[in-house]
């Protein structure tokens, strides 16, 4: 594993931001794999304005997300769809048909996960995935568990998840109960991975997940056995590695 330290938030997105550059320039057709939430907003934000100033072009880039709602429309605004529209797909020149995500308006579980996961072997794999890391170790929406999900599945959302996303919605009753995610071995067949975590509340997980053993009780600890991972992490997150 390689650590990159970043002294803050925005050096991290910078850091990010250029390994994930360096992937487009060295191969203008890669296949990207993103992640939403809260952290790889700044990267995100670094991409559209070196995209605006004309040193990136993502004309022949393809995106493949982690996850999504399942049962939310795309153009509802707390779906993963809305948030890549919002933060990447309309602010720079990648084609809307090279963007994927999985489908969350398909109901039938078994039929999204295959098209899903075969989706990805026809695109020929994620060159460069990016991730994020849960305060529970998990990546996409592999939670703790006994064993490492395998291929894109379909997840029950634990409850503290359900209760934690109740403030964007109405009511309890409009927050998803289930989501299409990404599975461990997906996310080990990215031939690059690149981790970001911010924050010191993010400080003790980091260190389980990465210092830590090899458990399905900490999904992104299997990290840990990729042969090309990348942790950015700010100082803040990093202040329990000695
Ligand atoms: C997002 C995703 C999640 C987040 C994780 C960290 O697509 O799959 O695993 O990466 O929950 O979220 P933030 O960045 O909000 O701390």
Redesign the pocket.
């Known amino acids: 594993m390689r650590l990159y330290t970043a002294k803050d938030y925005n050096d991290l997105s910078r850091k990010a931001a250029n390994l994930l550059s360096a992937q487009i320039i060295m191969k203008p057709w890669c296949v990207l794999g993103l992640?939403?939430?809260?952290?790889?907003i700044g990267t995100y934000d670094q991409l559209v304005e070196w995209y605006r100033k004309g040193d990136l072009d993502f004309s022949e880039v393809t995106t493949v997300?982690?996850?999504e709602y399942k049962g939310l429309p795309a153009d509802n605004d707390q779906s993963?769809h809305y948030f890549m529209h919002k933060h990447l797909f309309d602010r720079v020149n990648i084609k809307e048909g090279n963007t994927y995500l999985p489908d969350g308006m398909e109901e039938d579980p078994e039929k999204e996960c295959s098209r899903y996961a075969r989706l990805i072997n026809r695109l020929g794999g994620v060159d460069m995935q990016l991730?994020?890391?849960?305060?529970n170790g998990?990546?996409?929406?592999n939670e703790p568990d006994e064993a490492f999900e395998k291929e894109v599945h379909c997840v029950d959302l634990q409850e503290r998840t359900i209760e934690a996303n109740k403030r964007f919605f109405a009511s309890a009753d409009d927050v998803p109960k289930q989501a299409y995610?990404m599975g461990i071995k997906t996310i080990m067949q990215a031939r690059k991975i690149v981790v970001?975590v911010s924050g010191e509340e993010?400080a003790e997980i980091v260190k389980k997940a990465f210092w830590g053993p090899v458990t399905p009780k900490i999904p992104a600890s299997i990290l840990q056995m990729h042969n090309d991972v990348t942790l950015v992490a700010d100082e803040a997150a990093l202040s329990l590695i000695g």
């Open positions: 992640a939403t939430g809260s952290t790889p997300n982690l996850d993963y991730l994020g890391l849960g305060h998990h990546i996409g929406f995610t970001i993010k």
